[in-house]
């Protein structure tokens, strides 16, 4: 793809305008289920905070100007009767704008300044520009007019006030004004900028366009969705700042605005083949904040990192896949270094998660598990559960092969025993002949539930025995809705259709299951699955999650894990498919 071809349209209700490292998007989405009338510059720093408005105004009457909003890969424009402001991004923290017949007010989103919170405003004269300070970033907005006219308000008032400055064609209306707006720490040089506007909407442009064509060079008319989960992911991903320790992708630039640690195995499973330096990132930046018991944060972001959950041990899984992936793969370094954190995430789950004399570790809530409120820990939330010892022995067989790849022989001895007893006894203890069950930790109770979590050990795929993967394999075609795998049976009476975990359908639950049945040798059920999940992505996007008896998207709509695992499995299908 080049500049001729800008790549998908999209609409910023759903999407985010960004690009690849940027802290910040130009989003009506100012905060979880809060939609503004008018675009903001939104800030991922310290957390997700609407900074700046932006409102084209009508050049006869100064109010507010009735615009249609058109994105795509590299220029975002408003457009209407009289005129259109085009917005593009020259770097990671600085977005240039330009104007004809359509002023534009760029003013502080807060009215309110506060000692603490806010945006105080005021003309920077060192820097020959205007500059909004937000309490809530820990940054500063800097606008440059470049041509045209500014005229500012709220110049270093204090309290309640309206901040901000209006931009407009000078004397010679034919003119487009044009300003620069950077993110910035507390200084900079003047902004200085040779660059044509229509050369970094060329650069913006070519820069997504060598991201998708490594990401997805197998793309086609078969896989139409290609090309946007490619932009989902360019336009989240970050640069190192702050408690990010390497580049990363967000899962949104919404308000799900971190790195979970376990979303992040899907984004590098994706980006594996075609950008391996940004997929080793996306697998080993939680492993960088891993605390002395082994365990994983439960998420990262910019200034956060929260301990007060973990996620499941998928790395093992993720990982074997991810070296298999990688077009060179990994040397006796990396190996040793991702053994050695594999090693501690183990321990930590086989010491601090097993109680005494017990076999198999345990969750200590519904969110330790990745399924928050899955119906399964609605008896009791600290649970010995099947998918977790399905997980760590899936974790334990890579740490097996991993030892033998570094000639440490004892050491693959020892985790293919841990493997074999631990899915023995997952076997023995949570098997009953007719499917898994769970086990409360205090009670000693077990009980099942219609949801899709108790079915999730297929993941062992080939290490299953035949009986059991055959029985799972039945019982998960039983989620299976037009559009993919409801993670509660919709006959249940438990079913909610924006239940989170008790009912819509989810992106990782797919790809885990889809990979597992087709291990297992039940290509059948896998294949559908796939085929419906990449539907429902064709026709509805990359939210979060969605509801499964409609198909519509649900919560946040520009998730990443959603569009890597649609990538993952749109690869496949192509690879299989022959095209």
């Not at 972001?301 to 899984?317: A, C, Q, Y």
């Not at 007893?421 to 997952?426: D, G, K, S």
């Not at 019982?475 to 249940?492: D, K």
Request: aromatic share 10%.
């Amino acid at each position: 793809m080049t500049a001729d071809r800008p790549g998908p349209d999209f609409s910023v209700d759903d999407i985010p305008f960004s690009t690849y490292g940027s802290w910040f998007g130009i989003s009506p989405v100012v905060a979880e289920k809060t939609r503004a009338e008018d675009l903001h510059l939104v800030s991922h720093q310290n957390g997700m905070h609407a900074v700046l408005r932006l409102m084209p105004l009508d050049a006869g009457t100064g109010e507010r100007a009735e615009t249609r909003v058109e994105a795509g890969p590299g220029l975002l424009s408003w457009v209407g009767a009289s005129g259109r402001v085009d917005l593009a991004y020259e770097s990671p923290d600085t977005v240039r704008l330009r104007g004809t017949g359509m002023p534009l007010r760029v003013s502080a989103a807060a009215r309110t300044l506060t000692p603490f919170s806010g945006t105080y405003f005021f003309r920077d004269a060192a820097a020959d520009a205007y500059v909004f300070t937000s309490y809530e970033t820990g940054r500063r907005y800097r606008v440059t007019v470049l041509s045209g006219t500014a005229d500012a308000v709220g110049a270093q008032a204090l309290g309640d006030a309206d901040r901000g400055l209006t931009v407009a064609a000078g004397t010679d209306a034919e003119v487009p004004w044009e300003i620069a707006v950077e993110e910035i720490d507390t200084a900079r040089p003047p902004y200085a900028s040779a660059v044509t506007f229509g050369k970094v909407v060329e650069a913006a442009r070519n820069s997504f366009a060598d991201f998708v064509d490594r990401v997805a060079p197998w793309r086609s008319a078969a896989t139409p969705a290609a090309e946007l989960a490619a932009y989902v992911l360019w336009s989240a991903t970050v640069r190192p700042v702050g408690l990010v320790t390497r580049a990363a992708v967000l899962m949104s630039k919404h308000w799900m605005d971190k790195v979970w640690s376990w979303d992040h195995c899907f984004n590098a499973l994706a980006l594996a083949p075609g950008h391996p330096e940004l997929a080793r990132d996306q697998f080993h930046l939680p492993f960088d904040h891993q605390d002395e018991t082994g365990a994983l944060p439960d998420s990262v972001t910019h200034s956060e990192v929260l301990r007060n959950f973990v996620k499941p041990p998928i790395h093992g899984w993720a990982f074997g896949h991810l070296r298999r992936r990688l077009t060179t793969p990994p040397g006796r370094a990396e190996l040793a270094e991702t053994y050695d954190r594999l090693e501690r995430w183990t321990d930590f789950w086989l010491t601090a998660r097993r109680a005494p004399g017990a076999a198999l570790p345990h969750y200590q809530h519904g969110n330790d598990s990745g399924w928050d409120n899955a119906t399964t820990f609605d008896p009791e939330r600290v649970v010995v559960t099947a998918d977790l010892a399905a997980f760590l022995v899936l974790q334990l067989r890579e740490l097996a092969d991993l030892a033998t790849r570094l000639d440490r022989p004892d050491d693959a001895r020892r985790w293919t025993r841990a493997a074999e007893t631990t899915q023995a006894a997952m076997l023995e203890e949570l098997w009953n002949g007719d499917r898994f069950v769970a086990q409360g930790v205090d009670s000693g109770d077990t009980w099942d539930s219609a949801g899709l979590l108790d079915l999730m050990p297929i993941v062992l795929g080939e290490h299953l025995p035949e009986e059991v993967s055959g029985v799972l394999a039945a019982r998960i075609e039983a989620h299976l809705t037009p559009y993919g795998l409801a993670t509660e049976v919709t006959t249940s009476p438990h079913y909610l259709s924006d239940g989170y975990w008790r009912g819509p359908i989810w992106a990782p639950a797919t790809v885990l299951i889809e990979d597992g049945l087709r291990r297992a040798g039940h290509h059948r059920p896998a294949d559908e699955i796939s085929a419906r999940f990449r539907a429902l992505c064709e026709a509805h996007g990359f939210a979060e999650n969605f509801d499964a008896l409609t198909g519509r998207g649900l919560r946040d709509r520009a998730y990443t894990w959603t569009a890597a695992s649609y990538l993952l499995l749109a690869e496949a299908h192509a690879h299989r498919d022959g095209s």
